[in-house]
């Protein structure tokens, strides 16, 4: 007779994540972050021993494990969207590494009231190039989902984030 602690058990797999490669091209490996109590889904795009940071999750951990032991520095941390479905910790991860977060404009301003952000941010722009290690990443403004959604072209794959799945689009 085991008594099982529920509230521990639901609390770690609350917090479970996991990463694994997604692509590999010889300039860059895209990794997943993903948390699966939460269906959240987050990449990490490596290239020369640097890394961009895509929709990072509130934990830190995952990411900050992930560039130790890939050895990456990371370059600068972005969100595809801000939007109630996706509580980022894209501008805290940022401070803590010294590097810039970059959002779309049209998601830096509250959609009701039209409030500009408060948050420090640089701003992504359709068609914006960003060198990382040996490989650019193309900005796509894809409107939809949200106002400033963007997805991101990474050699002959796209990271979309919520605006293309599976069996759907958002």
Known sequence: FHVINLVGGMQAWSQATFTRPVAREAAFTIFQIGRPSRGCLS???ASSGEAAIIDPLRNPEPYLALLSSE???ARFVLD???HAD????????????GVPYLLHPYDAIHPMDLLPATIPYEPLRDGEL???GSVTIEVLHIPGHTLGNVALRVGSSLVASD????????
Do not use: E, M, N
């Open 163 to 170: 605006s293309i799945f599976i069996d759907s689009v958002a």
């Open 86 to 97: 996706h509580v980022s910790g894209g501008p805290a991860l940022a401070h803590r590494l």
């Open 71 to 73: 050895q990456l520095r």
């Open 130 to 132: 960003l060198k990382l």
């Open 43 to 45: 990449h990490v795009v």
């Open 80 to 82: 595809t969207h801000a």
